[in-house]
């Protein structure tokens, strides 16, 4: 396995509710390092383009709305294999579906309020991680 990096979306619904350092302390005991981190609100034009490739999808207007609805922190996370272990941690889309002990089934409210978004793949992880943060703002 090699060492990886993805972009993690630590979303509105946990922001409101103060999740971010039991979210982060996830990552952390999972073995991934937050090696970028930033708190923003994204416009929802930024959604839209962070989004654009859900563009056709029923769910894409909703998602851009919620996405901007608040506070949001944006990462990049380090480790082996960082894409597949972020999206065990993490775990299925739906909270009801996923795992005991994952983010989603612990934090997530429902499939649009999981708290938490990741990467799906490596080459994802580039465009996204690129989305949000200059190499100037990695620090390894």
Known sequence: MAIQRTLSIIKPDATE????????ARFEQAGLRIIAQKRLHLTRAQAEKFYE???????????????SSGPVVAQVLCGED???QNRKIMGATNPANAEIGTIRRDFGQSIEHNAVHGSDSPENAQIEISFFFSQLEIVE
């Open 17 to 24: 509710r103060n999740l971010t350092g039991s979210i982060n």
């Open 53 to 67: 490739v859900h563009k056709d999808k029923a769910f894409y207007d909703s998602l851009c709305e919620y996405m």
């Open 82 to 84: 960082a894409v597949a």
